[in-house]
């Protein structure tokens, strides 16, 4: 992996929520990670939901032995899925909230109202030798809560973003992930992104010297339907690792 450069982690759920359509074996999720990594993803990101909707236990075993990057595990910060992530020893574990009645995450993580129970998770993670990271809204209360929960790393969620993505508050909403980027970068977090990421709206997130890493799964998946998934991954690592 070539110092400074950008990194694209390659969600592969949606892999899992078509296979689980009929519970059947497949498509291979871990199939998908190996063709995702040979055309340009630098990791694999998988989120272990409570109801397991997609991605199983068994997917992160099997993933443990094939993936050749590293595994970033997005989980919900419950002593149950805590204790499979510190089993599994993924590179990174990412915190999310989690609602069951939700399609899929509908925001950032709350570690201001919760830095204490949060802090307990990222203890528990980080003496698994595991990289902590916090998937949070842009909102530099959030980061800071971030910091003293033990994060190494957090996610901003460019959901927002995305949505206002061609309309008039489109540079209000990459002006707030631009400050928040700036701000966890001063206070020693690392800086990723994600959610709502695709080959156009990513363009000028790109921009943002202080975010190293972008992790996309759904838009990935949906251009793979009509191109393929080698070419749907190779088109946005290519983006990425050339800004």
Do not use: W
Request: hydrophobic fraction near 45%; proline fraction near 4%; charge should be negative.
């Amino acid at each position: 992996m070539t110092p400074g450069r950008k990194r694209l982690g390659v969600n592969i759920d949606h892999v899992a929520t078509l296979r689980q359509a009929r519970r059947g074996r497949v498509p291979e999720p871990a199939a998908a990670a190996s063709i995702a990594e040979m055309h340009g993803a630098d990791g694999i990101t998988v989120h272990l939901r409570e109801d397991r909707r997609h991605i199983q236990d068994r997917d992160l075993e099997v993933l443990k032995s094939v993936v050749t990057t590293r595994i970033n595990l997005e989980m919900a910060a419950t002593d149950a899925i805590t204790g499979i992530a510190c089993a599994l020893a993924p590179f990174s574990c990412t915190l999310v909230p989690e609602k069951r009645e939700e399609i899929t995450t509908e925001g950032g993580l709350d570690v201001l109202g919760h830095r204490e129970s949060i802090l307990r998770t990222a203890g528990r993670l980080k003496d698994a030798g595991i990289v902590v990271s916090m998937f949070i809204d842009p909102e530099l209360a959030q980061v800071r809560a971030s910091r003293q929960a033990g994060a190494d790393a957090i996610e901003l969620h460019t959901g927002t973003y995305c949505e206002a993505f061609g309309t008039g508050n489109q540079a209000a909403e990459l002006a707030k992930i631009r400050t928040a980027a700036a701000f966890a970068a001063s206070i020693g977090l690392k800086v990723f992104a994600g959610h709502g990421l695709d080959v156009r709206n990513i363009v000028p997130v790109l921009g943002i010297p202080e975010i190293e890493e972008f992790n996309i799964g759904h838009s990935i998946i949906a251009r793979a339907v009509f191109l393929g998934l080698p070419a749907a991954v190779k088109e946005i690592a290519d983006l990425i690792h050339g800004a």
